[in-house]
């Protein structure tokens, strides 16, 4: 313990053990309290593919999947992760193979300077397991929480619905 200038002392800020199983691999990693998700994944981990556009959870740009589920990273603590499954963009693909979504994405040319790409896919893929998205109208409301500053928005609802509409999975 360190002394404070008024002579109490301070306790210094515990990190908590965690595990995880990140992109398929068992990961025990100390952390934190205050330690976004998105912090753990691109300042620790140096998995930067989920981007940081506005660390409100207002733009997507964060979206990973935990236990199959979308959740913005960057409003998620890495200790409420304890025990989760996590799925970045790096883990989507299997080996070389890419994902549907991914290669439907190429297909479509859904990307102009790439930085949603990662949260568009990643949400996309979350849209898709949740099952509940039967129409285009569907999904343009459910993808609505991932902002495209690029205006590519056409691109990737056609992606989306190849995927989620035509049922490759
Ligand atoms: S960075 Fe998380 S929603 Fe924008
Ligand atoms: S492709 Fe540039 S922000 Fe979406």
Redesign the pocket.
Known sequence: MSATPNGASARPFASHPIRLILNGQDRQLDVLPWTTL?DLLREQLDLIGS?????????????VLRDGKRV????TLAVMCDGAELTTVEGLASGDVLHPIQRAFIKHDAFQCGYCTP?QLCSAVGLANEGRAHTPAQIQELMS?N?CRCGAYSNIRDAIEEVVLGGEQ
């Open positions: 998105l981007k940081k556009g506005c660390d409100h959870g207002q733009c997507g740009a964060c979206t913005n990273a960057c409003l949260g929480g902002l």
